[in-house]
C-alpha cells in the first residue's frame, strides 16, 4: 500500500519561509508524479503544486506561482515544497499525494490517492 508522510509545517510570520517534506514509506517515489495540495479551514481542498517523475516538469496555482518551489529527491525518496515570502492567506492544512494520472492536474482533486495525513501551516503575526 502506497504510503506519503507529510513534516516541516509549522508556525511563521508573514513573509517568512518553510520547506515541507513528502516521504514515501513502503514503496519508491521515482515512478509517480506527486502533488501537493491544501486545505483551509471551511475551504476545499486546493492543488498547489505538482512535479513529474524525473523532476522535469512541474506545475504551479497561480496563488503560488513565484513564491513556492517543488522538487524532488529521489534518493531520498522525498519531494519537497520550499515556501518563500508566506502570507496568512497561505495557512491550511497542507497534503501530498501521488497523481494517479501522471498529468499534474491541479484542479482534479480526483485524479490524486494515496494522500498523507497533512501538515499544518500557519502564516500569523
Known amino acids: 500500500q502506497l504510503q506519503l508522510v507529510e513534516s516541516g509545517g509549522g508556525l511563521v510570520q508573514p513573509g517568512g519561509s518553510l520547506r515541507l517534506s513528502c516521504t514515501a514509506s513502503?514503496?519508491?517515489?521515482?515512478?509517480?508524479?506527486i502533488g501537493w495540495f491544501r486545505q483551509a479551514p471551511g475551504k476545499g481542498r486546493e492543488g498547489v503544486s505538482c512535479i513529474s517523475s524525473r523532476g522535469g516538469s512541474t506545475n504551479y496555482a497561480d496563488s503560488v506561482k513565484g513564491r513556492f518551489t517543488i522538487s524532488r529527491d529521489n534518493a531520498k525518496n522525498t519531494v519537497y515544497l520550499q515556501m518563500n515570502s508566506l502570507k496568512p492567506e497561505d495557512t491550511a492544512v497542507y497534503y501530498c499525494a501521488v497523481d494517479g494520472f501522471r498529468g499534474c492536474r491541479l484542479t482534479r482533486t480526483t485524479d490524486f490517492r494515496s494522500w498523507g495525513q497533512g501538515t499544518q501551516v500557519t502564516v500569523s503575526s
Open positions: 513502503g514503496f519508491t517515489l521515482d515512478y509517480y508524479f
